[in-house]
């Protein structure tokens, strides 16, 4: 079996930094996305109970 030395990862600065903007953007879209879905389904909430009542 080969042997290797252990590999080792440096994180920069910079490399930080991105990953937090990336997380932020992600967070960010996520959120506008649930609000998104929220007003989608309270409108199909409202319209379904109409329905209901109507005998529709």
Request: a negative charge.
């Amino acid at each position: 079996m080969l042997s290797r030395p252990p590999t080792t990862i440096t994180l920069t600065k910079e490399d930080i930094e991105a990953y937090e903007q990336r997380k932020l953007t992600r967070d960010a879209m996520r959120e506008r996305q649930m609000d998104s879905s929220q007003d989608t389904s309270g409108t199909d909430q409202s319209s379904e109970g109409a329905e209901i009542a109507s005998g529709a």
